[in-house]
């Protein structure tokens, strides 16, 4: 992927976020990379009711906290963004490395783990400062990144080696890297108790796709090894896991389709047209509906999860994708 297709596909960013006490609906946040600002849909209504404006250069990645902040990385000024859910207001700037892409938050909401393409590091940040408390070093060109429920481990796609580097979250050391296909982009952790193999005891499935060679690696996290690779559409970029499981779906950048996984069979059950160009997408918590933002036609798609067909089209601003895991609870 050369830095002027990089550059069109890091273009913006949705989050589904609710906070309990500072809003009653889930919201999705969907960043704008283009016009540098976040359209919030309220989720019931299915329309944008608030545009965040001073967001920073380059919106792409975003993680949403229990604790109800939103995190964008802001991939053209190396920066992430701070945004209350509640208000939709930004309410801190951090600066972080090189080009941060992929975003994640621990389960307790205490770190935010992020991605620098340039520097081939991942930034953890301090949520209660809201400052850098350490670097790690990682394979070449990190983009996506995810925690593990529990919040011990951190896996990073590095796209220019075709690997995962496994991150023990204790220590923030590289304590493991895992082969997976060409040019791995996005990372998304299953629950536990759903098999990914028949070794060890509540295994978490870890799911990645290679933009490179249109697969997802699924990696066991008992062995952390690829125990499945599944073809889905070109050029898939974002992934996201159903909240119990079940199924994981996957943005085709260059089909303009979804791809839907069955999560035991590792098999492909359907696949779903949205609009232009999907880059990322995110499951409501119920599992009721999958959120796909477009950045080819700059629209986020609600694809219905029961009949895997869209039902809604959302127009947002202009360079929207989606790229991180960004469901919360209101």
């Known amino acids: 992927m050369g830095r002027v297709r990089l550059a069109l596909w890091l273009a913006g960013v949705a989050v589904l976020a609710g906070t309990a006490g500072a809003s009653a609906s889930t919201l999705a946040f969907i960043s704008n990379g283009a016009s540098n600002d976040v359209s919030v849909i309220d989720v019931a209504t299915q329309t944008v009711v608030a545009t965040v404006s001073a967001v920073g250069n380059g919106p792409m990645g975003v993680a949403a906290a229990q604790t109800g902040i939103v995190y964008v990385s802001n991939q053209f000024d190396n920066t992430v963004a701070v945004i209350d859910a509640g208000s939709s207001t930004v309410v801190a700037t ?11 938050v621990t ?25 850098v408390v350490d670097t790690i070093p990682v394979d070449n060109q990190p983009l996506g990144v995810a925690v593990t429920p529990d ?16 991150i023990d979250a204790s220590s923030n050391t590289v304590v493991a890297t895992v082969p997976v296909g060409a040019n791995p982009t ?7 108790n759903v098999t990914c193999s028949t070794s060890g005891i509540d295994p978490v499935c870890v799911y990645v796709t290679n933009f490179g060679d249109n697969t997802v690696s699924v990696i066991d996290t008992d062995s952390n090894l690829v125990v499945a690779t599944v073809a889905v559409g070109a050029s898939p970029e974002g992934v996201a896991v159903s909240p119990d499981g079940s199924h994981v779906y996957v943005a085709n950048h260059v089909d303009s389709t979804v791809s839907v996984i069955d999560a035991v069979s590792t098999t492909v059950v359907a696949t779903v047209p949205v609009g232009t160009n999907p880059e ?3 499951v409501t918590l119920d599992g009721s509906q999958v ?40």
């Open 94 to 104: 951090v600066p972080v490395g090189n080009m941060p892409l992929g975003v994640a």
């Open 291 to 330: 959120y796909v933002a477009n950045t080819g036609d700059n629209t986020v798609s609600v694809i219905d999860a029961g009949t895997n067909s869209v039902t809604t089209t959302v127009p947002v601003g202009s360079g929207p994708v989606a790229f991180g895991k960004f469901i919360l609870d209101p």
């Open 280 to 282: 990322g997408l995110s």
């Open 151 to 166: 919040g011990s481990r951190v896996y990073v796609a590095n796209f220019g080696v075709h690997t995962v580097s496994v």
């Open 186 to 192: 996005g990372v998304a952790v299953g629950p536990p």
């Open 107 to 131: 389960p307790d909401g205490s770190h935010v783990y992020v991605a620098n393409l340039d520097d081939s590091t991942v930034s953890v940040i301090d949520a209660s400062s809201n400052t």
